[in-house]
C-alpha cells in the first residue's frame, strides 16, 4: 500500500516562528502536494512539486515556501508563522509526473498558531 | 464563482435510501473528475473515477455530463458507514486538482 506519513499530527507554535511540515511518501511517486483543509473553504492547494528540486504554486502559496530535495521527501515551510495560517495541512503524492491520477494523503498535520 | 462547486448538505437519509450528490465545474478544459471521501477527522481517499460512458462501483454510479459542466455521484442502499463527506475533484490537464467543499452525508439507522 502507498504510504504518505506527514511528520507532526499536531503542532501549536507561536506567531512569528518558523515552521517546518515534512511530508514522505514511499512509492517513488513523481508528484507530490500540499493543500490546507479549512471548514467552509475545502482543500485549496498551496505548492506542488512534480520532481526534485521542482516546485510550482498552488492557489495560494503567499506566506509558504517549499523544498524537494529528494523524490520521496515534500517539505512546507512557514517562514514567519501568522494566526491566519492555524489550519490542517494535508500533504498528497500521485504517480506519473504532470499527469492528474489518484491522489493518496498523509494523515494531515493540524496546526495552531497563537 | 468556485472552480468546483458542491452541494455542502448536509444530507440526513435513513438506512437503505437512495441519494445523489451533484458537482458543478467551470474550467471547460477540466480533464478527468474523482469522487474521494473523507471520514470526519481522517484524510480524504479515492472513492471512484467519473468517466464519460458512467460507471458503476457496487452501490455507487458516477456520472459526467461534458456538456452541462457537472458529474453526480448515486449512492444507493444506504448503509451507516456511508455516512462522511464526499469530495468532488476535478484535474485540468496542468496536473492540478481541484477539490469542491464537500457534501456531508448522514446515514441514520
Known amino acids: 500500500d502507498v504510504k504518505v506519513t506527514q511528520s507532526s499530527r499536531y503542532l501549536v507554535k507561536r506567531t512569528g516562528e518558523k515552521v517546518f511540515l515534512e511530508c514522505v511518501q514511499d512509492?517513488?511517486?513523481?508528484?507530490m502536494f500540499w493543500y490546507r483543509q479549512d471548514p467552509g473553504l475545502g482543500l485549496r492547494l498551496i505548492y506542488f512539486?512534480?520532481?526534485?528540486?521542482m516546485k510550482e504554486k498552488g492557489d495560494i502559496p503567499e506566506g509558504y515556501s517549499v523544498s524537494r530535495e529528494k523524490k520521496e521527501r515534500f517539505s512546507l515551510i512557514l517562514e514567519s508563522a501568522s494566526t491566519n495560517q492555524t489550519s490542517m495541512y494535508l500533504c498528497?503524492?500521485?504517480w506519473g509526473t504532470g499527469r492528474t491520477g489518484e491522489l493518496f494523503f498523509g494523515e494531515g498535520s493540524r496546526l495552531t498558531v497563537l | 464563482r468556485k472552480e468546483v462547486e458542491q452541494d455542502p448538505g448536509p444530507f440526513n437519509v435513513p438506512e437503505g435510501a437512495t441519494v445523489a450528490f451533484n458537482c458543478t465545474y467551470s474550467?471547460?478544459?477540466?480533464?478527468?473528475f474523482f469522487w474521494y471521501r473523507q471520514d470526519c477527522r481522517k484524510e480524504p481517499k479515492l472513492l471512484m473515477s467519473v468517466y464519460s460512458s458512467g460507471n458503476e462501483d457496487g452501490r455507487f454510479t458516477a456520472q459526467l455530463n461534458r456538456a452541462s459542466q457537472y458529474i453526480s455521484l448515486l449512492i444507493r442502499d444506504s448503509k451507516l458507514s456511508d455516512s462522511a463527506t464526499y469530495l468532488c475533484v476535478v484535474n485540468t490537464n496542468a496536473g492540478k486538482s481541484t477539490f469542491g467543499d464537500g457534501t456531508t452525508l448522514t446515514v441514520k439507522p
Open positions: 512539486s512534480y520532481d526534485v528540486k
Open positions: 498528497a503524492s500521485s
Open positions: 474550467n471547460s478544459a477540466s480533464q478527468s
Open positions: 512509492m517513488d511517486h513523481e508528484n
